[in-house]
Nanobody, 114 residues
Framework: VQLQASGGGLVQAGGSLRLSCVASGNIFSINATGWYRQPPGAERKLVAKITSGGTTNYADSVKGRFIISRDNAGNTVYLLMNSLEPEDTAVYYC?????????WGKGTQVTVSS
């Protein structure tokens, strides 16, 4: 299983970015797919996740600003980030939670300038 994340970059505060994560490989069942982020010198924490049933969960700090979604096939998950703040600066990681294991993609850097 491989996860390919893309869409990071440099944006001014108040701007928007959309991250994408494409999953490939032998994926038979998915519990949830999520985005985590890790600011410099800090722990990696959940930003948002979406279950196989479509239930979404967001960190309090991004509620109302970020939207997680997926394509119909379920292999691509998106994170639309609006009203970005300098505090959103971090490396963002895609995570795939299956009954057998959890998988991580390589991170994509998001930098928000003030």
């Amino acid at each position: 299983v491989q996860l390919q994340a893309s869409g990071g970059g440099l944006v001014q505060a108040g701007g928007s970015l959309r991250l994408s994560c494409v999953a490939s490989g032998n994926i038979f069942s998915i519990n949830a797919t999520g985005w985590y982020r890790q600011p410099p010198g800090a722990e990696r924490k959940l930003v948002a996740k979406i279950t196989s049933g479509g239930t979404t969960n967001y960190a309090d700090s991004v509620k109302g600003r970020f939207i997680i979604s997926r394509d119909n096939a379920g292999n691509t998950v998106y994170l639309l980030m609006n009203s970005l703040e300098p505090e959103d600066t971090a490396v963002y990681y895609c995570n795939l939670d299956t009954p057998l294991s959890k998988y991580w993609g390589k991170g994509t850097q998001v930098t928000v300038s003030s």
